[in-house]
């Protein structure tokens, strides 16, 4: 199984931007690569998956045209560059690898026993 390592979390003011990085500590070329949320007191719920191979990607409604996933696989690191950030997204963001769900969409609903890493806290707020 991979290692996760998410970084880039923080306080942002609303309208504001970050990038989330999730580094792996082997290879991810075979993997697809989720981001998902959970605020307090919600369920943990998918916002966007990239495939391995072929660049597809799911975005949640809530964050499309918004945030943006991408992956350099030289790098073994996955991207999510969000703006107009507004204070819903506020949330602990974790990054997930898996081979075996079929699609993005599927891995992005499913948020099933995948590779995660320990979170990186994002906070909206003036």
């Known amino acids: 199984q991979l290692q996760l390592v998410e970084s880039g979390g923080g306080l942002v003011q609303p309208g504001g931007s970050l990038r989330l990085s999730c580094a792996a500590t082997?290879?991810?070329?075979?993997?697809?690569i989720g981001w998902f949320r959970q605020a307090p007191g919600k369920e943990r719920e998918g916002v966007s998956c990239?495939?391995?191979?072929?660049?597809?990607?799911y975005y949640h409604d809530a964050v499309k045209g918004r945030f943006t996933i991408s992956r350099d696989n030289a790098k073994n690191t996955v991207y999510l560059q969000m703006n107009s950030l507004e204070p819903e997204d506020t949330a602990v963001y974790y990054c997930?690898?898996?081979?075996?769900?079929?699609?993005?969409?599927?891995?992005?609903?499913?948020?099933?026993?995948?590779?995660w890493g320990q979170g990186t806290q994002v906070t909206v707020s003036s």
């Open positions: 997930a690898a898996d081979r075996f769900e079929e699609t993005v969409q599927a891995m992005c609903y499913i948020i099933g026993p995948y590779s």
């Open positions: 082997g290879s991810m070329d075979y993997y697809k």
């Open positions: 990239i495939s391995s191979n072929d660049g597809s990607t």
